[in-house]
C-alpha cells in the first residue's frame, strides 16, 4: 500500500536582524578573525569542535553549516551523530581529539568561571603551544558566531558547503 501523503513540517521562522548587513565592519573582523583562528588546526577536528561548541549553544544556523561542511572534508555521519555524547561514545575519536573537545566544552560553558587546570593540561598534553593556542581561538570564535547566530535567529537550511556567511 503507497500512500501520496506530504509531510508538512513546521514553517521556518523568521531571522530577527542581519547583523551582517548592519554591522558590516564587525561582521567583517570576524570573517578575518575566524580565518586567523583557523590557521594550523586541522579541518576535521576544527569542523569537530564548531559543531561541539554549536550543539551546547543551540545554534542551529551553525550546526547546519559545520555538519555540512565536516562530511564535505570527509568526516563520516557516525562521528557526527555521536559528538553530541562524545564522552559516552569515546571509541570515535582519537585521545587528541577527546582532549579538545574536553576544552571545547569547558571554554564555552565556564560553569566555574574557568577552564579547569586538568582540562587544560590534558589538552597540553596533546597540542604544542602554537597549536594550542589555535585551537582555543578557533573555539573562542565559533562561541562568538553562535551568538550572533542565536540572538539574531539565523535560519539554517540553506547552506551549501563552501559559501561562507
Keep these: 500500500m503507497t500512500t501520496d501523503e506530504t509531510v508538512r513540517y513546521a514553517p521556518e521562522h523568521a531571522q530577527r536582524l542581519d547583523w551582517a548587513a548592519l554591522a558590516p565592519d564587525v561582521f567583517k573582523a570576524m570573517v578575518r578573525l575566524d580565518a586567523a583562528a583557523r590557521k594550523g588546526v586541522d579541518p576535521k577536528l576544527l569542523e569537530l569542535v564548531k559543531i561541539r561548541a554549536s550543539q ?3 545554534c542551529a544556523l551553525c550546526l ?18 555521536q559528538l553530541s555524547a562524545w564522552d559516552e561514545s569515546e571509541h570515535f ?6 582532549a579538545a573537545l574536553e576544552l571545547t566544552e569547558a571554554v564555552t560553558v565556564l560553569t566555574d568561571g574557568f577552564v579547569p587546570d586538568e582540562v587544560y593540561a590534558k589538552a597540553a598534553k596533546h597540542f604544542e603551544e602554537a597549536e594550542l593556542a589555535q ?4 573555539i573562542t570564535v565559533i562561541n562568538a558566531w553562535n551568538r550572533f547566530g542565536v540572538t539574531c535567529r539565523r535560519v539554517p537550511g540553506h547552506y551549501q558547503p563552501g559559501q561562507h556567511t
Design 56 to 58: 551546547i549553544n543551540r
Design 64 to 81: 547546519d553549516m559545520h555538519s555540512k561542511d565536516a562530511l564535505a572534508a570527509g568526516e563520516s555521519v557516525e562521528r557526527i551523530i
Design 93 to 98: 575519536y582519537t585521545e587528541r581529539e577527546l
Design 135 to 138: 585551537l582555543i581561538a578557533a
